[in-house]
Structures are given as C-alpha cells and as structure tokens.
C-alpha cells in the first residue's frame, strides 16, 4: 500500500539559508501534519492542512511557512535556519481532517541538518 | 483537552518475556487514545488506537492494551519480547481541536538477546 513519502531524506544547510521540505500524502488522504522532532525529543506538532487550508497551528517559528497544494501534496518552508532548526521532520496524513478517528500515517521523515 | 504522561522513559526486558509500557492520560470526557512505534530513523507507525468501541484493542506485531477509565491508564503490553521489539513506543492523544496529535515523551524499550 501507499504511504507518505517525503523529500529529501537527508538535507545539510547552513545557517540563514532556506530549505524547503515536501510531502506526499497517501492518496485520497485530504489532511496534511506536519512535526519536528528534535534529538531525543517526542515529535512536536507544528502546523496541519484539511482540504488545502490551514487547520491548525501548532509551535510553528513565524519564519517557517507551509501550504497545501490542489493535489494535496504539502510543503514546508523553511527561512532564516537556525543551528536549534537541525531535526527530523515528519509529514502525517490522514482521512477527513480529523485525528479521532481516522489516525495519522506518518512518512519516514526529512533529517535537516543546520551548520 | 487530552494529555498522556508515559511512566516510564526506558524499559528493558529480555527477549520471550513480557513487555508493559505504561500510560497515563488525563481527560475530562471519553478520550481516543493511540499508541505509536518509531524504530532509529524511521517514521511514527500506529500500533494500535482506542476510539471507545472496546476497551481491549489489539494491534500489530502483537502488541495489545486496555483501557482502563478507573485508573486513567492505557497501558501497552506483550506477551513476549522480540528483538525487533526494540524502538521507541509513544502514547499518543489527539490535541486541541483534534486536528493534531500531542504525543507522550516516549519510552525507549531494550530487549536484551
């Protein structure tokens, strides 16, 4: 079966440079979430699309921004990278916009790494 | 809202015994409840999610675990241990709105050959 897929897997940036992160959610899923998770840290919730609009906000920096796009893939942009930015970003995708009932699948993740 | 305070921050068993990853939550009406799997560098997998419609759910890789409302617990378990077993086991509510998911700190489970 299909799952998200995310790109790149790897990425190396410097500081105050900009990195763009794609998702790729599982087909007819129309809910995108996208989370960070640092070293040794549980994931944290940073921003989530239902339907191509923003759903929720979470402890997003003011300098990322996110969209979904018509074909429901996602991206997350990423400016101004700050060395404490270096972690692994997950993209989850689910059914009809809402975690209860329908739980989240999550794509293996995009390892940012800010030198 | 929902919350979940996992007990534990590392578990280790030896391999064929079994395995009990505690989880607390806190909720003021009938909570859904997941439980996640990460193994090193992988994404989150569902194990198993509780959504009131039983209170002992069963999941994949034979992992299992029941609600209890009594004690506010939600607690994993298995009856044996597999080396592959080994990751790191999240409890899981969905958060505010339920258009997310607020995650436990996680507990890292070895199993020991």
């Known amino acids: 079966a299909a799952g998200v897929i995310q790109s790149p897997r790897h990425l190396i940036k410097e500081k105050r440079e900009t990195a763009t992160l794609k998702c790729y959610p599982i087909?007819?899923?129309?809910?995108v979430y996208w989370y960070q998770q640092g070293p040794g840290q549980d994931p944290q919730f940073l921003i989530s699309?239902?339907?191509?609009?923003?759903?929720d906000k979470g402890s997003i920096p003011d300098r990322f921004s996110a969209q979904q796009f018509s074909d429901y893939h996602s991206e997350l942009n990423m400016s101004s990278l700050e060395l404490g930015d270096s972690a692994l970003y997950f993209c989850a995708s689910s059914l009809r916009g809402s975690s209860y009932n329908s739980p989240l699948h999550f794509g293996n993740g995009t390892r940012l790494t800010v030198t | 809202a929902q919350s979940v305070t996992q007990l534990d921050s590392h578990v280790s068993v030896s391999e064929g015994t079994p395995v009990l990853l505690r989880c607390n939550y806190s909720s003021s009406y009938s909570p859904s409840l997941f439980w996640y799997v990460q193994h090193p560098n992988k994404g989150l997998q569902l194990l198993l999610k509780y959504t009131s419609a039983a209170t002992l759910v069963k999941g994949i890789n034979g992992f299992e675990a029941e609600f209890k409302k009594s004690e506010t617990s939600f607690h994993l378990t298995k009856p044996s241990a597999h080396m592959s077993d080994a990751a790191e086991y999240f409890c899981v509510a969905p958060g505010r709105g339920a258009n997310n998911l607020f995650f436990g700190t996680g507990t890292r489970l070895t199993v020991i050959p």
């Open positions: 699309f239902y339907e191509k609009m923003q759903s």
């Open positions: 087909p007819r899923h129309d809910t």
